[in-house]
């Protein structure tokens, strides 16, 4: 038997509803597979202004320090938006703080799903490819300024930052198809030339069995529609990466069905969905736990080295949606609960 310490952050809106369904999937799955998981709740984000005026309070982020995995669900909402503090500089904080730069963001395909796509079965069939989101540097972290008048967000990338980043998805595509698509506006930013430059170095001079193409990122937002099959691992910086994985998790069927895993070089690893806090249905049973449940997943395949477990899992997903259970958002009826009981009886 082994124990694992995993720290969990609901954080606000729908995160402590869908977070709520992959603890529970973790516990029956720790269960099958003999480990003792254990749970350490903690506050982020809004509820976590409310409670201690700060959006990642210390004792949040030593108790991130010492787990295996940290799970996240979402943080942010209306009520906070206009405040000195906001809830997202409490994940902004805790990705800088535990050096997470490589937030890789799977398209995952459920074959039970096909027909929820918003594109045609004979564009998405088959489609399998990975985002790796640049997660530490860009205008997310240069200075940034505010005035009456004015206001400026400042984008930075070292040399450095591009070739970690690089390096982790040249990795990933030696072990798949072998084609990474590097995505920049090299056109109009100098930070997107060094990025292309340096990405252009790494894939020769460390990756030369793996293919490389350059695509500006106002394209490549049109490419993934019409052949998303051709796409194999993409990479691109913070910014392009966040709004690029919101338009691919709609070829999969919904928002809320996709996962990410936020990695650094060691441990621990941050889990989150794609998704944010949905403040339009939160607080009502209706959020789709399937991306919360598959960045678990990905927490169990990539924190906890368990593959084995990460599969049982997915594939518990997979039987779910093949047995007809449905949330709102893909076309069903089911609450977040009852999709969250479909995938614990399929994980027996
Ligand atoms: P959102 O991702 O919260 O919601 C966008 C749309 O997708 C909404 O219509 C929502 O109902 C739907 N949706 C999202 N998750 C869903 C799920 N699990 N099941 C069913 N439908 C789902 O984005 P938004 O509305 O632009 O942002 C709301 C708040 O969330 C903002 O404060 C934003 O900063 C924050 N946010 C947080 C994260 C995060 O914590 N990782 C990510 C994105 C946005
Ligand atoms: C995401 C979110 C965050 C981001 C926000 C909430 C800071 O949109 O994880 O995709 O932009 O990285
Ligand atoms: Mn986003």
């Given amino acids: 038997m082994s124990a694992f310490r995993i720290v969990m952050l609901p954080g606000d809106g729908v995160g402590p509803e869908v977070i709520a369904v992959a603890r529970a999937v973790l516990e029956r799955t720790g269960a099958r597979f003999g480990h003792a998981f254990s749970f ?22 030593d108790a991130c320090r010492g787990a295996d995995a940290v799970l ?20 902004l904080g805790i990705r800088k703080a535990l050096g997470l730069y490589a937030n890789v963001r799977p398209l995952i395909l459920q074959p039970a799903l096909i027909a929820q796509s918003p594109l045609k079965r004979e564009i998405v069939e088959g489609v399998d490819l990975i985002v790796f989101r640049e997660l530490t540097g860009g205008s997310y972290f240069g200075e940034k ?16 930052e591009i070739e970690r ?31 292309r430059e ?12 793996v293919a490389l193409e350059h695509v500006l990122i106002d394209a490549m937002t049109m490419h993934v529609l019409r052949q998303p099959r051709s796409y194999d691992v993409i990479v691109t910086e913070n910014m392009f990466g ?8 709609a070829i999969g069927g919904s ?3 996709a996962p990410s895993a936020s990695l650094g070089a060691g441990k621990p690893g941050l889990f989150e969905p794609v998704h944010g806090s949905a403040p339009d249905i939160a607080g009502q049973d209706l959020a789709n736990p399937i991306g919360m449940t598959l960045s678990a997943a990905m927490m169990l395949r990539h924190g906890l080295m368990l593959e084995a477990e990460a599969e049982a899992v997915e594939n518990a997903v997979a039987d779910a949606l ?20 479909a995938i614990l009886s399929a994980l027996g």
């Fill in 145 to 160: 300024r505010q005035s009456a008048t004015e206001a400026s967000d400042l984008c930075i990338y070292t040399v450095g």
């Fill in 242 to 249: 966040d709004i690029l994985t919101d338009e691919l998790s």
């Fill in 40 to 61: 350490d709740e903690q506050l982020i984000g809004g509820a976590a202004i409310d409670a201690t005026g700060e959006a990642l309070p210390a004792k949040t982020l």
């Fill in 255 to 257: 928002l809320g069905l």
């Fill in 72 to 91: 996240l669900g979402a943080v942010g909402g209306p009520r906070w938006d206009k405040g000195a503090v906001r809830p997202e500089q409490g994940l």
């Fill in 322 to 341: 093949a047995a007809g259970a449905r949330t709102r958002d893909i076309g069903g009826a089911l609450g977040c609960r009852a999709m969250g009981d």
């Fill in 198 to 209: 340096t990405v252009t170095r790494i894939g020769e001079t460390e990756f030369a069995d």
């Fill in 165 to 195: 980043i690089a390096r982790a998805a040249f990795t990933a595509a030696r072990a798949r198809r072998k084609k990474v698509t590097s995505v920049d506006k090299a056109n109009v930013m100098a930070t997107s030339r060094l990025w």
